[in-house]
C-alpha cells in the first residue's frame, strides 16, 4: 500500500540559427523502471498569511520517485499521471498518483534532461543538455525520438520549452541561443540570442506569442515566431537575474527573479512592470506557475518554500518544503494542481486546491 505524507493547510481565498537537423529513428519501445512510492516522512509544511471568510483550503502531498533520480522538472501527463525528468539518472520518469508507482524511460547514452513540457497528442518532449537535443517520448509506447542540434551548435545548455499555436516546439540554450523544432517536417532551426548568453524560462502568451527569460543578462525577451527574432524587453531592476517566465490568463507575463529575490510582471499591452520582492530576509525566486485563477507560484530558494502570490490583493502565503533543502527549479499544473519536484530529495510534491468549508 502507498504510504505518502499529507497536510491540510488553510489559507486565505484571493480575487484573483537556421540549419537543419536529422531526424533520429524511433526505435522500439524504450525499457521501464518500475518502483513504488517509497514512504515520507509527515510533513511539517505550514502556510503561513492570514486567512479570511471564505478561505481557499490545501492538501499538501509528497511523493518518492526513484533514488537518484534528481527530478528537475515536471509536467502534468494527460491521462491524470505526472512526468518529470530524472536528470541524474538520463531519463524521462512518470509517476501514477493513483498508484504512487513510477516508471522511468532511458533517453539514450549521455541524457541529461532538464526541461518536459506535455503536446496535445500526450507525447512529452524533453531538452536534453547531455544530448544537445529535443527529444519526444510517445505517451502509449515510450518510444524515444530524438532531434539533435545541428552541427556546429554544440555544448548549447538546453534548458526549456514552450508550443507554439502550430505545435512547433520552441527551446532555450543558456549558452546563448533559442530555437525551434517543427514535429511535422522534424527541421531544427538555432538561433543565436540577441544578448548573448542566458536564456533560460519560457512560455507562450493565449495569444500565441513566445517569451524567454535571460538569466546572466536580466531580461525578457519576445520573439517573432515567423521570423525567429528575439526583441529584448528590460525589467526595472537593474541585474536582477530573470529566471523563468509563465503567461497568465491576460497575456501578461510573470517573472522570477533569481538575483533580487522579487516576482515581476510584464504587461505587454500597457508595456508596464510591477515587481514585489517575496517576503523573508534573504529570498531566491527560482521557479514561476500561474494557476487556473492567475496565482502566481514560486519556489524560494532563501526560504526552502513554495510561494503563492494573489496579484489582486498583492499577498504572499508560503508552504515550507519538507525537504531540507528541497530545491524546488520548476513548478507546474492543471486545475486544482500545482506539482513541484524537489530536485535535492528525490520526490515531487503536490498542493491540491480543496472547496472553501
Given at each position: 500500500m502507498l504510504t505518502r505524507s499529507r497536510t491540510l493547510l488553510c489559507a486565505a481565498s484571493f480575487a484573483v540559427i537556421a540549419a537543419c537537423g536529422d531526424r533520429a529513428a524511433e526505435g522500439p519501445r524504450a525499457s521501464a523502471t518500475v518502483a513504488p512510492a517509497e514512504p515520507s516522512a509527515t510533513a511539517t509544511a505550514r502556510a503561513t498569511g492570514t486567512p479570511s471568510s471564505g478561505a481557499l483550503r490545501f492538501e499538501v502531498q509528497r511523493f518518492a520517485v526513484p533514488a537518484g533520480a534528481g527530478p528537475h522538472d515536471v509536467a502534468p501527463a494527460a491521462d491524470?499521471?505526472?512526468?518529470?525528468?530524472?536528470?541524474?539518472?538520463?531519463?524521462?520518469?512518470?509517476?501514477?498518483?493513483?498508484?504512487?508507482?513510477?516508471?522511468?524511460?532511458?533517453?539514450?547514452?549521455?541524457?541529461?534532461?532538464?526541461?518536459?513540457?506535455?503536446?496535445?497528442?500526450?507525447?512529452?518532449?524533453?531538452?536534453?543538455?547531455?544530448?544537445?537535443?529535443?527529444?519526444?517520448?510517445?505517451?502509449k509506447t515510450d518510444g524515444v525520438t530524438v532531434f539533435?542540434?545541428?552541427?556546429?551548435?554544440?555544448?548549447?545548455?538546453?534548458?526549456t520549452a514552450t508550443f507554439d499555436r502550430r505545435g512547433r516546439v520552441w527551446f532555450t540554450g543558456q549558452s546563448g541561443?533559442?530555437?525551434?523544432?517543427?514535429?511535422?517536417?522534424?527541421?531544427?532551426?538555432?538561433?543565436?540570442?540577441?544578448?548573448?548568453?542566458?536564456?533560460?524560462?519560457?512560455?507562450?502568451?493565449?495569444?500565441?506569442?513566445?517569451?524567454?527569460?535571460?538569466?546572466?543578462?536580466?531580461?525578457?525577451?519576445?520573439?517573432?515566431?515567423?521570423?525567429?527574432r528575439a526583441d529584448a524587453v528590460e525589467p526595472p531592476t537593474a541585474r536582477q537575474g530573470a529566471r523563468r517566465v509563465w503567461s497568465d490568463s491576460r497575456g501578461r507575463v510573470w517573472v522570477s527573479e533569481w538575483n533580487a529575490g522579487q516576482v515581476a510582471m510584464y504587461d505587454p499591452t500597457s508595456k508596464q512592470w510591477t515587481e514585489r520582492?517575496?517576503?523573508?530576509?534573504?529570498?531566491?525566486?527560482?521557479?514561476?506557475?500561474?494557476?487556473?485563477?492567475?496565482?502566481?507560484?514560486?519556489?524560494?530558494?532563501?526560504?526552502?518554500?513554495?510561494?503563492?502570490?494573489?496579484?489582486?490583493?498583492?499577498?504572499?502565503?508560503?508552504?515550507?518544503?519538507?525537504?531540507?533543502?528541497?530545491?524546488?527549479?520548476?513548478?507546474?499544473?492543471?486545475?486544482?494542481?500545482?506539482?513541484?519536484?524537489?530536485?535535492?530529495?528525490?520526490?515531487?510534491?503536490?498542493?491540491?486546491?480543496?472547496?472553501?468549508?
Amino acid at each position: 500500500m502507498l504510504t505518502r505524507s499529507r497536510t491540510l493547510l488553510c489559507a486565505a481565498s484571493f480575487a484573483v540559427i537556421a540549419a537543419c537537423g536529422d531526424r533520429a529513428a524511433e526505435g522500439p519501445r524504450a525499457s521501464a523502471t518500475v518502483a513504488p512510492a517509497e514512504p515520507s516522512a509527515t510533513a511539517t509544511a505550514r502556510a503561513t498569511g492570514t486567512p479570511s471568510s471564505g478561505a481557499l483550503r490545501f492538501e499538501v502531498q509528497r511523493f518518492a520517485v526513484p533514488a537518484g533520480a534528481g527530478p528537475h522538472d515536471v509536467a502534468p501527463a494527460a491521462d491524470g499521471g505526472v512526468w518529470y525528468t530524472a536528470q541524474r539518472q538520463g531519463a524521462l520518469g512518470y509517476f501514477d498518483p493513483k498508484t504512487g508507482k513510477t516508471r522511468q524511460i532511458p533517453l539514450g547514452a549521455g541524457s541529461s534532461p532538464h526541461g518536459v513540457i506535455v503536446a496535445a497528442d500526450g507525447a512529452a518532449w524533453v531538452t536534453d543538455s547531455g544530448l544537445n537535443a529535443i527529444v519526444r517520448v510517445d505517451s502509449k509506447t515510450d518510444g524515444v525520438t530524438v532531434f539533435p542540434l545541428p552541427a556546429g551548435r554544440r555544448g548549447a545548455n538546453l534548458n526549456t520549452a514552450t508550443f507554439d499555436r502550430r505545435g512547433r516546439v520552441w527551446f532555450t540554450g543558456q549558452s546563448g541561443i533559442y530555437g525551434v523544432v517543427d514535429p511535422a517536417t522534424a527541421e531544427v532551426r538555432v538561433f543565436d540570442a540577441p544578448r548573448g548568453a542566458g536564456p533560460y524560462g519560457m512560455t507562450t502568451t493565449p495569444d500565441g506569442t513566445v517569451w524567454y527569460a535571460s538569466l546572466a543578462g536580466s531580461h525578457i525577451a519576445r520573439v517573432d515566431v515567423d521570423s525567429g527574432r528575439a526583441d529584448a524587453v528590460e525589467p526595472p531592476t537593474a541585474r536582477q537575474g530573470a529566471r523563468r517566465v509563465w503567461s497568465d490568463s491576460r497575456g501578461r507575463v510573470w517573472v522570477s527573479e533569481w538575483n533580487a529575490g522579487q516576482v515581476a510582471m510584464y504587461d505587454p499591452t500597457s508595456k508596464q512592470w510591477t515587481e514585489r520582492r517575496l517576503p523573508g530576509e534573504a529570498p531566491q525566486a527560482y521557479a514561476v506557475y500561474v494557476d487556473e485563477r492567475d496565482a502566481v507560484w514560486l519556489s524560494d530558494f532563501g526560504a526552502n518554500a513554495l510561494v503563492r502570490y494573489d496579484p489582486a490583493s498583492g499577498q504572499f502565503q508560503s508552504f515550507p518544503l519538507a525537504g531540507k533543502p528541497g530545491n524546488v527549479r520548476q513548478i507546474h499544473g492543471r486545475p486544482g494542481e500545482v506539482w513541484a519536484a524537489e530536485s535535492a530529495t528525490d520526490h515531487i510534491v503536490l498542493i491540491r486546491t480543496l472547496p472553501a468549508e
